[in-house]
Protein backbone atom coordinates (compact mmCIF):
# COMPACT_ATOMS: atom_id res chain seq x y z
CA UNK A 1 0.00 0.00 0.00
CA UNK A 2 1.40 3.42 -0.22
CA UNK A 3 1.94 6.07 3.13
CA UNK A 4 2.61 9.54 3.92
CA UNK A 5 5.57 9.63 5.49
CA UNK A 6 7.81 11.71 7.53
CA UNK A 7 11.25 10.33 7.80
CA UNK A 8 12.60 13.31 10.26
CA UNK A 9 11.04 16.52 11.79
CA UNK A 10 11.14 19.24 8.93
CA UNK A 11 8.88 21.21 6.45
CA UNK A 12 5.87 19.74 5.23
CA UNK A 13 7.39 19.87 1.82
CA UNK A 14 9.69 16.90 3.17
CA UNK A 15 7.36 14.40 3.28
CA UNK A 16 7.15 11.60 1.21
CA UNK A 17 4.97 9.31 -0.58
CA UNK A 18 6.49 5.65 -0.28
CA UNK A 19 5.19 1.32 -1.08
CA UNK A 20 4.61 -0.08 2.67
CA UNK A 21 3.89 -3.26 3.60
CA UNK A 22 0.08 -3.87 4.71
CA UNK A 23 -0.96 -3.16 8.14
CA UNK A 24 -1.82 -6.95 9.81
CA UNK A 25 -3.79 -6.26 13.16
CA UNK A 26 -3.60 -8.31 15.95
CA UNK A 27 -6.60 -9.70 17.86
CA UNK A 28 -7.71 -6.38 19.38
CA UNK A 29 -7.44 -4.48 16.28
CA UNK A 30 -9.03 -3.49 12.53
CA UNK A 31 -7.79 -2.25 9.64
CA UNK A 32 -9.36 0.08 7.85
CA UNK A 33 -9.52 1.27 4.20
CA UNK A 34 -9.19 4.63 4.12
CA UNK A 35 -12.56 6.10 2.37
CA UNK A 36 -11.59 9.79 3.34
CA UNK A 37 -8.88 10.91 5.78
CA UNK A 38 -9.28 14.73 7.46
CA UNK A 39 -5.89 16.99 6.93
CA UNK A 40 -5.70 19.11 10.12
CA UNK A 41 -3.46 22.38 11.20
CA UNK A 42 -1.99 20.03 14.13
CA UNK A 43 -0.67 17.37 11.13
CA UNK A 44 1.61 19.95 9.75
CA UNK A 45 2.76 21.18 13.04
CA UNK A 46 3.50 17.31 14.32
CA UNK A 47 6.08 16.83 10.68
CA UNK A 48 7.32 19.91 11.72
CA UNK A 49 8.35 18.91 14.99
CA UNK A 50 6.27 21.67 17.17
CA UNK A 51 3.46 19.90 18.38
CA UNK A 52 3.23 19.17 22.08
CA UNK A 53 4.13 15.69 21.41
CA UNK A 54 6.81 14.51 19.00
CA UNK A 55 6.53 10.44 17.87
CA UNK A 56 9.63 8.38 16.87
CA UNK A 57 10.51 8.82 13.20
CA UNK A 58 9.94 7.75 10.68
CA UNK A 59 6.03 7.71 11.16
CA UNK A 60 3.11 8.25 9.01
CA UNK A 61 1.27 11.35 9.91
CA UNK A 62 -2.75 11.53 9.80
CA UNK A 63 -5.07 11.67 12.90
CA UNK A 64 -8.58 10.79 11.38
CA UNK A 65 -9.92 8.70 8.81
CA UNK A 66 -13.12 7.44 8.15
CA UNK A 67 -13.97 3.75 5.66
CA UNK A 68 -14.48 0.15 5.58
CA UNK A 69 -12.88 -2.36 7.60
CA UNK A 70 -10.87 -4.96 5.72
CA UNK A 71 -9.80 -7.09 8.34
CA UNK A 72 -10.79 -7.80 11.87
CA UNK A 73 -9.25 -9.28 14.93
CA UNK A 74 -10.90 -12.02 16.89
CA UNK A 75 -11.70 -9.91 19.95
CA UNK A 76 -11.96 -6.44 18.40
CA UNK A 77 -15.65 -6.66 18.40
CA UNK A 78 -15.69 -5.71 14.72
CA UNK A 79 -16.22 -7.45 11.04
CA UNK A 80 -15.05 -7.29 7.57
CA UNK A 81 -17.22 -4.83 5.18
CA UNK A 82 -18.40 -2.58 8.43
CA UNK A 83 -18.12 1.26 7.61
CA UNK A 84 -16.41 2.91 10.61
CA UNK A 85 -13.97 5.98 11.49
CA UNK A 86 -11.68 6.16 14.01
CA UNK A 87 -8.98 8.70 15.56
CA UNK A 88 -5.63 7.97 15.80
CA UNK A 89 -2.77 10.18 16.41
CA UNK A 90 -0.42 8.71 13.65
CA UNK A 91 -1.11 6.80 11.27
CA UNK A 92 -4.19 8.26 9.01
CA UNK A 93 -2.30 9.40 5.53
CA UNK A 94 -2.50 5.62 4.18
CA UNK A 95 -4.59 3.68 2.14
CA UNK A 96 -4.90 1.14 5.11
CA UNK A 97 -5.00 2.12 8.90
CA UNK A 98 -4.66 -0.74 11.66
CA UNK A 99 -6.41 1.14 14.60
CA UNK A 100 -6.80 -0.40 18.32
CA UNK A 101 -10.51 -1.32 18.89
CA UNK A 102 -11.09 1.51 21.35
CA UNK A 103 -10.69 4.29 18.92
CA UNK A 104 -12.98 2.90 16.00
CA UNK A 105 -16.93 3.90 16.02
CA UNK A 106 -19.43 2.61 13.89
CA UNK A 107 -21.15 4.73 11.08
CA UNK A 108 -24.03 4.81 8.98
CA UNK A 109 -23.71 2.90 5.79
CA UNK A 110 -25.09 6.02 4.30
CA UNK A 111 -23.20 8.43 6.37
CA UNK A 112 -20.50 10.94 4.36
CA UNK A 113 -17.60 10.27 5.27
CA UNK A 114 -15.75 13.75 4.38
CA UNK A 115 -18.49 15.22 6.78
CA UNK A 116 -17.94 12.28 9.36
CA UNK A 117 -13.64 13.64 9.28
CA UNK A 118 -14.41 16.76 9.80
CA UNK A 119 -16.77 15.77 12.85
CA UNK A 120 -13.91 14.22 15.15
CA UNK A 121 -11.14 15.94 15.37
CA UNK A 122 -12.38 19.69 14.22
CA UNK A 123 -15.63 19.11 15.86
CA UNK A 124 -14.89 17.17 19.01
CA UNK A 125 -12.47 19.28 20.00
CA UNK A 126 -14.99 21.99 20.15
CA UNK A 127 -17.49 19.91 21.54
CA UNK A 128 -15.26 18.72 24.42
CA UNK A 129 -13.32 21.52 25.30
CA UNK A 130 -17.20 23.47 25.41
CA UNK A 131 -18.94 20.82 27.45
CA UNK A 132 -16.28 19.01 29.55
CA UNK A 133 -13.99 21.60 29.88
CA UNK A 134 -15.72 24.84 30.10
CA UNK A 135 -19.01 23.41 31.43
CA UNK A 136 -20.69 26.30 28.79
CA UNK A 137 -24.02 26.88 30.29
CA UNK A 138 -27.43 28.33 28.49
CA UNK A 139 -27.26 32.56 28.53
CA UNK A 140 -23.33 32.42 29.21
CA UNK A 141 -21.19 34.23 27.06
CA UNK A 142 -18.55 32.70 24.76
CA UNK A 143 -15.28 34.33 23.06
CA UNK A 144 -13.86 32.37 20.12
CA UNK A 145 -9.88 33.57 19.10
CA UNK A 146 -9.42 31.63 15.56
CA UNK A 147 -13.03 32.00 15.16
CA UNK A 148 -13.10 30.99 11.37
CA UNK A 149 -10.84 28.17 11.20
CA UNK A 150 -12.16 24.28 11.18
CA UNK A 151 -12.52 24.15 15.23
CA UNK A 152 -13.14 27.11 15.42
CA UNK A 153 -16.52 27.54 13.07
CA UNK A 154 -17.27 24.24 15.24
CA UNK A 155 -16.99 26.28 18.71
CA UNK A 156 -19.23 29.12 17.44
CA UNK A 157 -22.05 26.94 15.77
CA UNK A 158 -21.72 24.31 19.04
CA UNK A 159 -21.61 27.14 21.50
CA UNK A 160 -24.81 28.26 19.92
CA UNK A 161 -26.50 24.71 19.86
CA UNK A 162 -25.69 24.81 23.99
CA UNK A 163 -27.57 28.28 24.12
CA UNK A 164 -24.72 30.60 24.52
CA UNK A 165 -24.16 34.14 23.19
CA UNK A 166 -20.95 33.73 20.76
CA UNK A 167 -18.35 36.41 20.51
CA UNK A 168 -16.08 35.27 16.89
CA UNK A 169 -12.62 36.80 16.77
CA UNK A 170 -10.93 36.63 13.01
CA UNK A 171 -8.47 38.77 11.55
CA UNK A 172 -10.60 39.74 8.51
CA UNK A 173 -13.76 41.22 7.00
CA UNK A 174 -13.87 38.37 4.93
CA UNK A 175 -13.37 35.85 7.91
CA UNK A 176 -15.91 37.72 10.18
CA UNK A 177 -18.37 37.18 7.57
CA UNK A 178 -18.06 33.38 7.54
CA UNK A 179 -17.99 33.70 11.21
CA UNK A 180 -21.62 35.49 11.19
CA UNK A 181 -22.48 33.32 8.84
CA UNK A 182 -22.02 30.15 10.94
CA UNK A 183 -24.01 31.82 13.60
CA UNK A 184 -21.80 34.55 15.76
CA UNK A 185 -23.76 37.16 17.70
CA UNK A 186 -21.06 39.45 17.59
CA UNK A 187 -17.65 39.42 15.61
CA UNK A 188 -14.13 40.94 16.58
CA UNK A 189 -10.79 41.61 14.75
CA UNK A 190 -7.56 41.54 17.37
CA UNK A 191 -6.94 45.38 17.55
CA UNK A 192 -7.37 46.29 20.96
CA UNK A 193 -9.06 42.80 21.69
CA UNK A 194 -9.23 43.20 25.66
CA UNK A 195 -11.31 46.45 25.48
CA UNK A 196 -13.06 45.31 23.04
CA UNK A 197 -13.93 41.88 24.38
CA UNK A 198 -14.97 44.73 27.70
CA UNK A 199 -17.16 46.34 25.39
CA UNK A 200 -18.84 43.85 23.85
CA UNK A 201 -20.00 42.31 27.02
CA UNK A 202 -21.18 45.44 29.06
CA UNK A 203 -17.38 45.66 30.99
CA UNK A 204 -18.04 42.07 32.48
CA UNK A 205 -16.04 39.61 30.02
CA UNK A 206 -16.45 36.47 28.36
CA UNK A 207 -18.34 33.96 30.62
CA UNK A 208 -15.73 31.19 28.47
CA UNK A 209 -13.11 31.73 26.46
CA UNK A 210 -12.28 29.27 23.60
CA UNK A 211 -8.73 30.09 23.36
CA UNK A 212 -6.63 28.99 20.14
CA UNK A 213 -3.35 31.32 19.03
CA UNK A 214 -1.68 32.38 22.21
CA UNK A 215 0.87 34.72 22.44
CA UNK A 216 -0.49 38.59 22.65
CA UNK A 217 -4.09 37.20 22.13
CA UNK A 218 -3.97 34.80 25.11
CA UNK A 219 -2.89 37.79 27.34
CA UNK A 220 -5.64 39.98 26.25
CA UNK A 221 -8.49 37.20 26.54
CA UNK A 222 -7.02 36.26 30.20
CA UNK A 223 -7.59 40.28 30.97
CA UNK A 224 -11.14 40.14 29.43
CA UNK A 225 -13.01 37.15 31.38
CA UNK A 226 -15.51 37.39 33.54
CA UNK A 227 -15.68 36.71 36.95
CA UNK A 228 -15.95 32.65 37.57
CA UNK A 229 -14.49 32.43 33.86
CA UNK A 230 -12.90 29.54 32.28
CA UNK A 231 -9.79 30.39 29.63
CA UNK A 232 -9.84 27.59 27.56
CA UNK A 233 -6.01 26.11 26.58
CA UNK A 234 -6.55 24.72 23.12
CA UNK A 235 -3.67 25.64 20.75
CA UNK A 236 -0.47 27.96 20.14
CA UNK A 237 -1.76 28.54 16.51
CA UNK A 238 0.89 31.83 15.90
CA UNK A 239 4.00 29.82 17.34
CA UNK A 240 3.98 31.92 20.91
CA UNK A 241 3.35 29.44 23.94
CA UNK A 242 2.55 32.26 26.71
CA UNK A 243 2.67 32.65 30.09
CA UNK A 244 0.20 33.05 32.43
CA UNK A 245 0.11 35.66 34.74
CA UNK A 246 -1.49 33.43 38.00
CA UNK A 247 -2.21 36.96 40.06
CA UNK A 248 -5.27 37.44 37.45
CA UNK A 249 -6.56 34.06 38.20
CA UNK A 250 -6.63 35.23 41.87
CA UNK A 251 -8.34 38.39 41.54
CA UNK A 252 -10.51 37.69 38.58
CA UNK A 253 -12.12 34.19 40.40
CA UNK A 254 -10.92 32.65 37.24
CA UNK A 255 -9.87 29.02 35.63
CA UNK A 256 -7.30 28.32 32.88
CA UNK A 257 -8.07 25.10 31.56
CA UNK A 258 -6.14 22.61 29.00
CA UNK A 259 -8.10 20.97 26.39
CA UNK A 260 -6.23 18.06 24.95
CA UNK A 261 -8.49 16.67 23.00
CA UNK A 262 -6.33 13.83 21.45
CA UNK A 263 -5.42 12.22 24.88
CA UNK A 264 -9.21 12.69 26.05
CA UNK A 265 -9.95 10.38 23.76
CA UNK A 266 -7.72 7.74 24.95
CA UNK A 267 -7.95 8.72 28.51
CA UNK A 268 -11.74 9.00 28.32
CA UNK A 269 -13.07 6.58 26.23
CA UNK A 270 -16.54 6.08 26.97
CA UNK A 271 -17.40 9.98 27.21
CA UNK A 272 -15.48 10.31 23.90
CA UNK A 273 -18.03 7.95 22.19
CA UNK A 274 -21.30 9.85 23.95
CA UNK A 275 -19.66 13.12 22.55
CA UNK A 276 -19.39 11.49 19.31
CA UNK A 277 -22.96 10.06 19.09
CA UNK A 278 -24.22 13.41 20.03
CA UNK A 279 -22.36 15.33 17.42
CA UNK A 280 -23.70 12.66 14.54
CA UNK A 281 -27.10 13.29 16.36
CA UNK A 282 -26.53 16.79 16.07
CA UNK A 283 -25.17 16.68 12.50
CA UNK A 284 -28.12 14.75 11.00
CA UNK A 285 -30.71 16.93 12.73
CA UNK A 286 -28.89 19.78 11.28
CA UNK A 287 -27.98 21.87 14.01
CA UNK A 288 -24.13 22.10 13.04
CA UNK A 289 -23.47 23.20 9.70
CA UNK A 290 -20.30 21.40 8.30
CA UNK A 291 -17.89 23.69 7.47
CA UNK A 292 -15.49 21.30 5.12
CA UNK A 293 -12.08 22.91 3.63
CA UNK A 294 -12.24 20.04 0.99
CA UNK A 295 -15.39 21.59 -0.61
CA UNK A 296 -13.73 24.77 -1.09
CA UNK A 297 -10.77 25.75 -3.66
CA UNK A 298 -7.60 23.96 -2.84
CA UNK A 299 -5.45 26.69 -3.78
CA UNK A 300 -7.08 29.47 -1.95
CA UNK A 301 -7.03 27.52 1.42
CA UNK A 302 -3.90 25.34 1.38
CA UNK A 303 -1.43 28.54 0.35
CA UNK A 304 -2.10 30.16 3.81
CA UNK A 305 -2.36 27.76 5.44
CA UNK A 306 1.62 26.89 4.18
CA UNK A 307 2.76 29.70 4.93
CA UNK A 308 1.47 30.18 8.22
CA UNK A 309 3.19 27.27 9.13
CA UNK A 310 6.16 27.77 7.46
CA UNK A 311 6.71 31.71 8.52
CA UNK A 312 5.86 32.85 5.16
CA UNK A 313 8.37 31.58 2.81
CA UNK A 314 6.05 31.48 0.07
CA UNK A 315 8.15 31.24 -2.68
CA UNK A 316 7.82 27.24 -1.52
CA UNK A 317 4.07 27.11 -1.51
CA UNK A 318 3.43 25.38 -4.80
CA UNK A 319 5.34 22.26 -3.87
CA UNK A 320 3.46 21.76 -0.54
CA UNK A 321 0.28 22.51 -2.43
CA UNK A 322 1.18 19.66 -4.62
CA UNK A 323 2.07 17.15 -1.68
CA UNK A 324 -1.13 18.26 -0.09
CA UNK A 325 -3.37 17.07 -3.24
CA UNK A 326 -1.42 14.11 -3.43
CA UNK A 327 -2.65 12.98 0.21
CA UNK A 328 -5.99 14.27 -0.34
CA UNK A 329 -6.16 11.55 -3.19
CA UNK A 330 -4.84 8.99 -1.36
CA UNK A 331 -8.46 8.10 -0.10
CA UNK A 332 -10.10 8.62 -3.50
CA UNK A 333 -8.94 5.20 -5.36
CA UNK A 334 -9.66 6.48 -8.79
CA UNK A 335 -7.03 8.87 -8.55
CA UNK A 336 -3.91 6.30 -7.68
CA UNK A 337 -3.36 6.22 -11.54
CA UNK A 338 -1.95 9.92 -11.01
CA UNK A 339 0.51 9.35 -8.11
Keep these: MRAVICKEFGPITDLEIQEVDDPQPNSNEVVIDAEAIGVNFPDGLLVQGLYQVKPPTPFVPGMELAGTISQAGDNSGFKVGE??????????FAEKVKVHKSLVMPIPQ??????????????????HALKQRGQLKAGETLAVTGASGLTGLAAVQIGKAMGAKVIAIA???E????????GADITLGYENLKDELKTATDGKGADV???VVGGDVFYACSRAINWGGRLLVVGFADGDIPQFPINLALVKGSSVVGVFWGTFTRKEPEVYAENMKELLVGMHLAILNLWLNAHLNLKKHLKPFYTSMTAKRAAKWFWF???METLLCLFLKKCMALF
Design 83 to 92: RVASVCMTGA
Design 110 to 127: DANVAEITALMCGYGTAH
Design 171 to 173: STD
Design 175 to 182: KRKVCTEN
Design 209 to 211: IFE
Design 321 to 323: LKI
